[in-house]
Nanobody
Protein backbone atom coordinates (compact mmCIF):
# COMPACT_ATOMS: atom_id res chain seq x y z
CA UNK A 1 0.00 0.00 0.00
CA UNK A 2 1.26 3.48 -0.88
CA UNK A 3 -0.19 6.73 0.35
CA UNK A 4 0.68 9.93 -1.51
CA UNK A 5 0.43 13.54 -0.36
CA UNK A 6 1.12 16.43 -2.74
CA UNK A 7 2.23 19.91 -1.76
CA UNK A 8 3.73 23.02 -3.31
CA UNK A 9 0.85 24.28 -5.39
CA UNK A 10 -0.19 27.91 -5.44
CA UNK A 11 -0.73 31.03 -7.49
CA UNK A 12 2.05 32.22 -9.80
CA UNK A 13 2.33 34.66 -12.67
CA UNK A 14 2.93 33.49 -16.21
CA UNK A 15 6.61 32.84 -16.76
CA UNK A 16 7.16 31.93 -13.13
CA UNK A 17 8.14 28.66 -11.48
CA UNK A 18 6.79 26.25 -8.89
CA UNK A 19 8.07 22.98 -7.49
CA UNK A 20 5.54 20.36 -6.51
CA UNK A 21 6.39 17.63 -4.05
CA UNK A 22 4.68 14.32 -3.43
CA UNK A 23 5.60 12.50 -0.25
CA UNK A 24 4.88 8.80 0.00
CA UNK A 25 4.36 6.51 2.94
CA UNK A 26 5.13 2.82 2.88
CA UNK A 27 8.32 0.85 2.42
CA UNK A 28 7.72 0.14 -1.26
CA UNK A 29 8.37 3.65 -2.58
CA UNK A 30 11.77 2.79 -4.03
CA UNK A 31 10.13 0.15 -6.24
CA UNK A 32 7.35 2.44 -7.49
CA UNK A 33 7.08 4.01 -10.89
CA UNK A 34 5.62 7.46 -10.44
CA UNK A 35 3.67 9.92 -12.51
CA UNK A 36 2.21 13.41 -12.41
CA UNK A 37 -1.17 14.13 -13.96
CA UNK A 38 -3.32 17.24 -14.03
CA UNK A 39 -6.96 18.11 -14.46
CA UNK A 40 -8.28 21.51 -15.44
CA UNK A 41 -11.93 22.51 -14.84
CA UNK A 42 -14.21 20.88 -17.38
CA UNK A 43 -11.42 18.80 -18.86
CA UNK A 44 -10.27 15.22 -18.54
CA UNK A 45 -7.26 14.29 -16.45
CA UNK A 46 -4.12 14.39 -18.57
CA UNK A 47 -0.63 13.01 -18.26
CA UNK A 48 2.22 15.37 -17.41
CA UNK A 49 5.36 13.37 -16.57
CA UNK A 50 6.54 9.98 -15.31
CA UNK A 51 9.69 8.47 -13.84
CA UNK A 52 10.81 4.90 -13.29
CA UNK A 53 11.84 3.36 -9.98
CA UNK A 54 15.54 4.19 -10.35
CA UNK A 55 15.00 7.71 -11.65
CA UNK A 56 17.01 6.80 -14.73
CA UNK A 57 14.13 7.04 -17.18
CA UNK A 58 11.63 9.84 -17.59
CA UNK A 59 8.76 10.59 -19.94
CA UNK A 60 6.96 13.88 -20.59
CA UNK A 61 3.87 15.12 -22.32
CA UNK A 62 4.73 17.25 -25.34
CA UNK A 63 2.98 20.22 -23.77
CA UNK A 64 5.47 20.39 -20.88
CA UNK A 65 8.65 19.03 -22.45
CA UNK A 66 11.54 21.40 -21.90
CA UNK A 67 9.69 23.31 -19.17
CA UNK A 68 8.94 20.68 -16.51
CA UNK A 69 11.32 18.24 -14.84
CA UNK A 70 10.33 15.19 -12.82
CA UNK A 71 12.75 13.77 -10.27
CA UNK A 72 12.70 11.56 -7.21
CA UNK A 73 14.58 11.09 -3.97
CA UNK A 74 14.12 7.53 -2.78
CA UNK A 75 15.84 8.28 0.53
CA UNK A 76 13.10 10.83 1.25
CA UNK A 77 10.31 8.85 -0.43
CA UNK A 78 9.45 11.94 -2.44
CA UNK A 79 8.87 12.74 -6.09
CA UNK A 80 9.14 16.27 -7.42
CA UNK A 81 7.84 18.23 -10.39
CA UNK A 82 9.83 21.35 -11.15
CA UNK A 83 7.71 23.61 -13.33
CA UNK A 84 9.35 26.52 -15.13
CA UNK A 85 8.07 29.02 -17.70
CA UNK A 86 4.54 28.44 -16.50
CA UNK A 87 1.64 29.35 -18.75
CA UNK A 88 -2.01 30.08 -17.93
CA UNK A 89 -2.93 26.80 -19.66
CA UNK A 90 -0.92 24.95 -17.00
CA UNK A 91 -3.61 25.89 -14.48
CA UNK A 92 -5.05 22.68 -13.04
CA UNK A 93 -5.17 20.40 -10.04
CA UNK A 94 -1.99 18.33 -10.13
CA UNK A 95 -1.98 14.75 -8.91
CA UNK A 96 0.85 12.34 -8.28
CA UNK A 97 0.33 8.65 -8.85
CA UNK A 98 2.25 5.43 -8.29
CA UNK A 99 2.29 1.78 -9.28
CA UNK A 100 4.44 -1.22 -8.38
CA UNK A 101 4.20 -3.22 -11.59
CA UNK A 102 7.51 -3.65 -13.47
CA UNK A 103 5.55 -4.77 -16.51
CA UNK A 104 3.82 -1.38 -16.85
CA UNK A 105 7.01 0.62 -16.72
CA UNK A 106 6.73 4.39 -16.94
CA UNK A 107 3.34 5.11 -18.45
CA UNK A 108 1.35 8.09 -19.63
CA UNK A 109 -1.94 6.29 -19.01
CA UNK A 110 -3.80 6.94 -15.79
CA UNK A 111 -5.02 3.33 -15.89
CA UNK A 112 -1.48 2.12 -15.19
CA UNK A 113 -1.45 3.69 -11.73
CA UNK A 114 -2.93 2.16 -8.62
CA UNK A 115 -2.30 4.85 -6.03
CA UNK A 116 -3.21 8.54 -6.19
CA UNK A 117 -2.75 11.61 -4.07
CA UNK A 118 -5.48 14.11 -3.29
CA UNK A 119 -4.12 16.79 -5.62
CA UNK A 120 -2.71 20.28 -5.28
CA UNK A 121 -4.01 23.36 -7.09
CA UNK A 122 -1.73 25.28 -9.45
CA UNK A 123 -3.03 28.56 -10.82
CA UNK A 124 -1.08 30.58 -13.36
CA UNK A 125 -2.24 34.14 -13.94
CA UNK A 126 -1.67 35.98 -17.20
Amino acid sequence: QVQLVESGGGLVQAGGSLRLSCAASGRTFSRCSLGWFRQAPGKEREFVAAINWTGGSTYYADSVKGRFTISRDNAKSTVYLQMNSLKPEDTAVYYCAAHLSPARGISGSSYAYDYWGQGTQVTVSS
